[in-house]
């Protein structure tokens, strides 16, 4: 059916950037184009929303406190999704998951029926 695999995560020191890649695969994804987002859960805490972009990469939407240092894109060649990070913070740390919402473009959690099984991502001060 369908397989979302994240890639990119890793130990990064503050300051620093990564970027994360969630290939998508299956025959889901491979008719039309689903808006994508990434989330994220730190230890102890819930998972929370952290971007999304609609199908056609034109409109991207992120949590309030990460605008300005994260961005997402996709190319819908590769069927790939992007999250490029900037200026990581230590609070940045966290298992990092992309998901797929069928249904409806939004950024809540429960709108994403596709997981994949998400990327460390590690930030050290």
């Known amino acids: 059916q369908g397989q979302l695999v994240e890639s990119g995560g890793g130990l990064v020191q503050a300051g620093g950037s990564l970027r994360l890649s969630c290939a998508a695969s299956g025959q889901t994804f491979s008719r039309n184009p689903m808006p994508m987002g990434w989330f994220r859960q730190a230890p102890g805490k819930e998972r929370e929303f952290v971007a999304t972009v609609n199908g056609i990469g034109t409109t991207a939407y992120y949590a309030d406190s990460l605008k300005g240092r994260f961005t997402i894109s996709r190319d819908n060649a590769k069927n790939t999704v992007y999250l490029q990070m900037n200026s990581l913070k230590p609070e940045d740390t966290a298992v990092y998951y992309c998901?797929?919402?069928?249904?409806?473009?939004?950024?809540?959690?429960?709108?994403?029926?596709?997981w994949g099984q998400g990327t460390q991502v590690t930030v050290s001060s």
């Open positions: 998901a797929a919402a069928p249904l409806n473009w939004s950024s809540r959690i429960r709108d994403y029926a596709y």
